[in-house]
């Protein structure tokens, strides 16, 4: 059987998950969705579907499934419409940028009976899934400090940042869910340090660019992070793990590995440029996990209380950063899940 | 427009191909044959194709090009018969075991007007054609030395070893293809040294397992090449070129980018298992070459001429290993192009 | 001319500076002191000086400067001592584990015209040296965030935890030390996470045994501490610094460069394993900095007021996991300097 | 009981040897002498040694062993004159440039019962005995193809390579040496390839400055050198052994551990320069393993017989280069050992 996919939003993130629902032999994109319609056909022509209304779409049969790559404001609206329509439904993330919306949402989809799933791609990165599974063996022994370097290759336009919702959870929130999903906890308490190094502009629009983010995980545990909006070198993604037995760590994907030594030094290929590149892998394995778990009934691997989670974490480091505390999660987590 | 292709063999190799030419949206695969019908047909199925016999697929004016991933034995009379039929063909290494029958076919091809390609793939590896652009640039100066490691991850059955022609005309062609692609040139000499160290019975069957072959160019450079049957790590295949101006090398790709430390060391990933894994991009884009110089009217990336000179290579190191002694290449391609 | 020494301490540190002042052909040992009057003797006999008191060596007009490498509750009464002896001092950090003695030292350094230099080592690592180098060169524009990675092999034991001043004051008081060098500056807050996994009896005794301590400058720069007792690969002593144009990271000294790639991975010799492996040539370094500085009369290159600084972040960063919160350093350096 | 030292030659190596000399509690050097008188009295000085002539260090019963250091063609007169003076020595590679006379010496050697050793320093390299040992303790099993990289920083004058005995006598010996000392055995047969691609003048003395030689052993173990003058990016020294089991590698020595990671690429340090900062180590370390013998009454580690075999494999090669063939070693070594 194959998954008839409706896509709400043909912009950059709309084509990444296009091209995955075409990769998979279990799914195809019927219908595209868009407020620009030239945007939706030209998708829709691209893999022969067609460009419909949001309405259209919903009241759709034989579509089974929405994948929403819309504006982050609209994806509590589409995943309730999505749901109440009968339809399975991959959002992407962020759920929400106000914490109690999402939590009224991670509610009403509680109270439906249809798989929803937050795209948290990353989790279904090859190096961290390898990385995961060997620490779950028990191959370092029990967790200690994780440690996520996550730098994007360039700022954004200050236009973008603007309505991003902020460093942590635009950037930050990937790296929260990251660390919730490799310890398989929630932290206790955030704190956090940022700045605006980068761009002043950014400060201006009350944001920051370059952050650290430490949480404390109940049986004290630890993990942290680190933010930068700009690394020249290339999108530089990476993990350490330390445990009782020794240390795991998920390195940058070079670009190619060919090395030139010269009287300059011993010269590598840079990082895979930006997300596009790095993780085209996980945004199919990460489709096609969503693929499998509807049409074979197994459960979502990503689910909207993640999403709810790694939002709440955001709000913690942003009420760190202005308080100069540490932020229990608890009480901003009260009433989800 | 879409070049329709007839694929000759089902076996590993061909599956291979077969993937390739899905995977292009130039290409497509409408006939399979094989001297196994289930194998043809199986084949065939999972494209949308349909298994037919060899000369059948000759005769279809619908088949544009051929794909000869038959046994060796099988290729020259393919090739012949492909572009006496009008149609393109992409042949997999090696022409034949024998030269002379290679050159001759040679000469047949160089009368026909159409295009052959001969399946070098490591020449659209995406690090090796890094290393070259690098190289052809003039980033590391004039060539000197260039050092290929070719080591496949385990021995071959001495089934397959009797047929295959030995290791310098089965494993050591393509390094030999590297070499002369790298330089632009054919060498002068040849001077081989091998040794069955690996499994005596290749011995009983004359083989070696384990050899080192170095070429001298007209102008004085120089490569040596390292085969071995066996690398208990996984597939090792390795570049190095000393330059004027300093080294070009491209490494080994791995698995993943996990590094476990602990007491015991720090652990990397193995290098990719074997050349499914590793040449799986190289594969891809060879296809893409081919079927590009054959829709837009441009040159054949790599000619039967060739797989003419590589074969001629093997043919002295065989005879540099027999008699102790450097061997000229060029008697041995007296009468090729 | 050569510099005679007094050593004060012939425990594992005094040891140590004994080699390195032996080793350079500007110093000399002529005296030693220690409680236990046997470990005095043995190290005289090494070095052919001679085992003294404590007064002798402060009495002794041919002593020209003192090391003092005895326990922390005696470097302020020893340091005082030889500034009126009017010798110079080398004293191993840190200043004291009292942040108003140490002020009140640095007062009385203040007064007197002669040499004193703390003994944080890790300024003179080759490695380290050569990062800052190319930092202050520009090479990545201007700094951002730093991130310090000081992991010990192997817990120390409870005894020495009691009495060491705890994790901030003991050990990671040499990453203060190094953030504040290689940013040439003070921090402006100071925020701290830690835990106690390792071994329920730090907890017991009030310290803990794994943290990340973040400092933020007056002018945004983030630095980044993770610190841990353990890492069963080996002492973990790493610097990444983020700059406009770049980063600019130093890795750990391996034991050796031997990789054993076998069907279980390709694995490379664990780090040096420990400070007296791993810091052999700093200690050395340091030494002859000092010894050029006193008989040339050029500046001192670590002096008190360095020690005070990382003392007093070492107790912001005490009272930020006390009460989970960011704390302001300039209060704590009030009186200082 | 400390070892007496008179050093024959005050040049670049003797500087070398009289810091090993300095460094070894066990040896002191004692008299220097040179062809250029000022040369042996500024090294005699340094050391608090006294300038003497060659009879002089031959009488003096007060020395106890020559270190000879001078140039190529005195080693055999000196290592004779010294035996017969009841001295131990330790003579500079290579033995001689003529095998005929290495022979004859070989043999008179043998007749004394006093220590010789050739100074094959390179044996005593960390990361080449950490290599030899893993091998020697069965990690990668019963070796396969050694492959040894060797290439100058820049190429000598052509003064010195017109004295050198030419590439294989005064560069590649290391190498054969190498080759031998990892295989516990010399080779059967020698094939090598040569070129002059760096300065045409190599060529016009009669030499080359690029080279490949293949060694096979046997019992069909194979080892195979590369050589070049120049490696722009500095001196490249590296091993890798490929047995049943794996490959054992040992990489060059890099000048630091920092990495720049720019928009250019991810920038590594140069290897050290060249030998003197490579091989400081081996060359105390080899020196040590002199005395110790001495002292101790132990074996040589490195005999006069295999310098002899280095020799004579580079004959071979001299050979099989003119002639294009694979030559046998056993003919040139009858009459030796």
Redesign the interface.
């Given at each position: 059987m194959t998954l008839n996919i409706g896509m709400f939003g043909a912009g950059r993130i709309g084509i990444v998950h296009a091209r995955s629902i075409a990769g998979n032999t279990r799914s195809k994109l019927v219908a595209v969705t868009d407020l620009v319609p030239q945007a939706a056909q030209s998708l829709a022509n691209e893999y022969d579907a067609s460009a419909m209304s949001a309405d259209e779409i919903l009241a759709d049969a034989n579509i089974d499934a929405i994948v929403i790559a819309s504006s982050t404001n609209t994806h509590i609206d589409l995943i309730e419409a999505g749901i109440k329509a009968g339809k399975a439904v991959f959002c992407e993330k962020p759920v929400d940028l106000d914490l109690s919306r999402a939590k009224a949402c991670l509610e009403t989809v509680a109270g439906h009976n249809k798989p929803v799933m937050i795209g948290f791609n990353r989790r279904f990165d090859?190096?961290f899934t390898?990385?995961k599974a060997?620490f779950d063996a028990g191959?370092?022994g029990?967790g200690?400090?994780l440690?996520i370097t996550s730098?994007d290759p360039a700022p954004s336009s200050v236009e973008y940042i603007k309505v991003s919702g902020g460093l942590f959870r635009d950037m930050a929130i990937h790296d929260f869910d990251m660390a919730c999903w490799l310890f398989g906890a929630v932290p206790q308490?955030i704190?956090a340090?940022?700045?605006?190094?980068?761009d002043s502009e950014f400060s201006a629009v009350g944001d920051i660019d370059?952050?650290?983010i430490?949480l404390?995980f109940a049986d004290?545990?630890?993990a942290?992070i680190?933010n930068?909006r700009?690394?020249?070198?290339g999108y530089?993604q990476r993990l350490e793990l330390?445990g009782?037995?020794?240390?795991?760590?998920?390195?940058?994907?070079?670009e190619?590995?060919?090395?030139?030594?010269?009287?300059?030094?011993?010269?590598?290929?840079?990082p895979e440029y930006f997300f596009l590149e790095r993780y085209t892998r996980s945004y199919s394995i990460g489709w096609a996990s969503f693929v499998d778990a509807v049409l074979d009934g197994t459960e979502i691997p990503v689910s909207v209380a993640d999403g709810v989670n790694a939002l709440a974490i955001a709000e913690a480091a942003g009420m760190s950063l202005e308080q100069?505390?540490?932020v229990e999660l608890a009480p901003l987590l009260k009433g989800a899940a």
């Open positions: 090859p190096d390898t990385l060997a191959e370092v029990k200690e400090l440690s730098f308490t704190i340090t940022g700045s605006c190094l980068i370059t952050a650290v430490t404390k004290g545990r630890i942290t680190r930068s700009r690394a020249a070198y530089d330390l009782e037995k020794g240390l795991l760590s998920a390195g940058n994907v070079l190619n590995t060919v090395v030139k030594s010269t009287v300059d030094g011993i010269i590598s290929a840079n100069g505390r540490a």
